[in-house]
């Protein structure tokens, strides 16, 4: 039997840990090594899984050595592409899930300026390490032809998080492209609003963000418009996010120095909230009539959950091995 070796680069985080415990419980065969800044906390994460800790600062002077063919897991950020040339320069297959669409950019470029990578490289940066573009890519599976895929979400503010989950809130002030029409076109972050029906949660005005699931949805379903848009379940807070945008508040407090203060406003995590999801694709089916499809997904155990899930689901799908249900 072929033994399959998985690192956790960052698996002593919030999401790492999950995503260590769901590894160990649908894949057992698989040797887990939980890697951290902390080695003490990859400990704490690896015992009971009876897993391998391991010390491991991706920003460090150093990697250690690694067996031969071990997937790397990236779930945390790789801001100046370290663990990713490590990566391809030990021919170790690599998934990442951290990435926003700039640095998922910087990554692309990375792997293209160098030889052909000589195993696998996934990146699963997109919404909660690609689920929604799973979703996604499984709502329209039987249409002929996809026009429009849209993407609205409904973040739960007293949801368990890290603080890179919000990363996308310091960029609310940095304009980014989607592709309408088959034409790219500069947006604004939370602008244009929507309002989105999340089902037993009402009805929220969404507002625009940037993901990289606008960039890579255009090229895996050949949809001619994708747009991603975003409120939390307090409507007073997402209308205070809404003015500071508006009125170019939030604009004066980006940058590092404001950091810890943008953060303060909006980001309070709690024990854990649902998060939801609700996909519509728009389109033409077998018989070339217009069709449409909306799908809601809720995860109840939140947004950290659902994206250990999806990178959960991404291991397996490279080591090649069969997905038990969740």
């Not at 649908?26 to 400990?43: F, H, K, M, N, S």
């Not at 990578?117 to 709502?139: D, H, K, Q």
């Not at 039987?142 to 973040?155: G, K, N, P, Q, T």
């Not at 975003?230 to 940058?255: E, H, P, Q, S, Y």
Request: proline share 6%; aromatic share 6%; charged share 20%.
């Amino acid at each position: 039997m072929k033994v399959h070796r998985v690192l956790l680069a960052g698996g002593a985080g919030v999401v790492g840990a999950q995503v260590a415990a769901m590894l160990h419980r649908r894949q057992p065969q698989v040797q887990l090594i939980v890697a951290g800044r902390r080695v003490q906390a990859a400990e704490a994460v690896a015992r009971p899984l009876g897993a391998e800790a391991l010390q491991l600062d991706i920003d460090g002077p150093q990697f250690p050595a690694l067996a031969e063919g071990t997937l790397i897991v990236a779930l945390a950020n790789d801001r100046h592409d370290r663990l990713l040339r490590f990566a391809l320069d030990g021919g170790h297959p690599y998934i990442d899930v951290t990435r926003w669409t700039e640095r998922l950019k910087q990554a692309l470029v990375c792997v293209a300026s160098g030889p052909p990578p000589r195993a696998p490289v996934v990146f699963a940066s997109a919404w909660m390490a690609a689920t929604a573009g799973l979703m996604a890519r499984e709502l329209v599976q039987d249409l002929a032809s996809v026009e429009r895929i849209s993407l609205d979400i409904l973040y739960a503010l007293a949801d368990r998080a890290g603080p890179n989950s919000v990363e996308y809130l310091d960029r609310l002030s940095v304009p980014f492209h989607t592709l309408d029409g088959g034409q790219w076109q500069q947006r604004q972050g939370f602008s244009d609003g929507q309002v989105a029906d999340f089902g037993d949660a009402g009805r929220h005005t969404t507002y625009r963000f940037d993901t990289p699931d606008q960039a890579s949805l255009p090229h895996l379903l050949g949809a001619a418009t994708v747009e991603a848009r975003i409120a939390f379940d307090d409507r007073n807070a997402t209308r205070l996010l809404r003015t500071l945008v508006a009125c170019g508040a939030w604009k004066l407090i980006a940058g590092p120095r404001f950091t810890s203060l943008r953060r303060a406003m909006l980001y309070n995590p709690g024990n854990g909230g649902p998060h939801r999801i609700r996909l519509r694709a728009a389109g033409t089916d077998r018989q070339g009539s217009p069709a449409q499809r909306t799908l809601l997904l809720t995860d109840p155990a939140g947004q950290t959950h659902l994206t250990a899930l999806g990178t959960a689901l991404q291991t397996a799908r490279l080591l090649g091995l069969e997905q038990p249900p969740p």
